[in-house]
């Protein structure tokens, strides 16, 4: 899988000619099985084009391409409206639109009413000190979030960052059983 983006620093892209004209296909003969956006910052304009850019290289292949769109909803939501994205992977984290109990159910309803993903999984911090703002305890998500989330047919998942917060907190293995 191809990963465009990530935390750290702002990504843009100018028009929609910057995907074709940015760089040469830097992976040879290669063809990804899917490109990760995980756009975090920066604008939101373009990525829906970039995402239509990048599939050609799913028709080349005579392969499917599993396009999941990972970070914060503002970013990405234009994106994730295409019907390039088979997956959806929504940052519920650092994304003050849908990061906290009162807001995810509301943004769940807005994402899998608009968003053309086949299956949208949500990315949850495992503890609070994984990331900024929009911890949700384990409990709390398996009691009040979990048994609300409408159109569960779009439902894949969910994501916990980070694997080295999880091994501290245990949110894994007290989900485990309920998602």
């Known amino acids: 899988m191809l990963s ?17 004209r940015s760089s040469s296909w830097p992976l040879g003969d290669a063809v990804p099985d899917g490109i990760d956006f995980n756009i975090e910052g920066g ?30 909803d503002a970013w990405i939501r234009n994106a994730l409206k295409t019907v390039l994205f088979g997956l959806g992977l929504v940052q519920f984290y650092n994304n003050p639109p849908c990061d906290d109990v009162a807001n995810l159910e509301e943004a769940w309803k807005q994402l899998t009413s608009t968003i053309l993903a086949s299956k949208i999984f949500l990315s949850l911090r495992a503890a ?17 979030i979990l048994p609300n989330l409408e159109s569960p047919k779009k439902y894949g998942s969910i994501i916990l960052w980070s ?13 485990s059983g309920d998602v």
């Open 163 to 175: 694997m080295y917060h999880d091994d501290f907190s245990g949110c894994s293995a007290s989900i």
């Open 43 to 72: 604008t939101s304009q373009h990525w829906d084009e970039h995402a239509k850019y990048l599939s050609v290289y799913s028709r080349c292949s005579n392969k499917k391409l599993h396009e999941p769109a990972l970070g914060s």
């Open 4 to 20: 465009i983006g990530g935390s750290a620093g702002s990504y843009t892209l100018a028009s929609s000619d910057d995907p074709r």
């Open 128 to 144: 609070p000190q994984a990331a900024g703002s929009g911890f949700i305890p384990a409990a709390e998500f398996t009691l009040k």
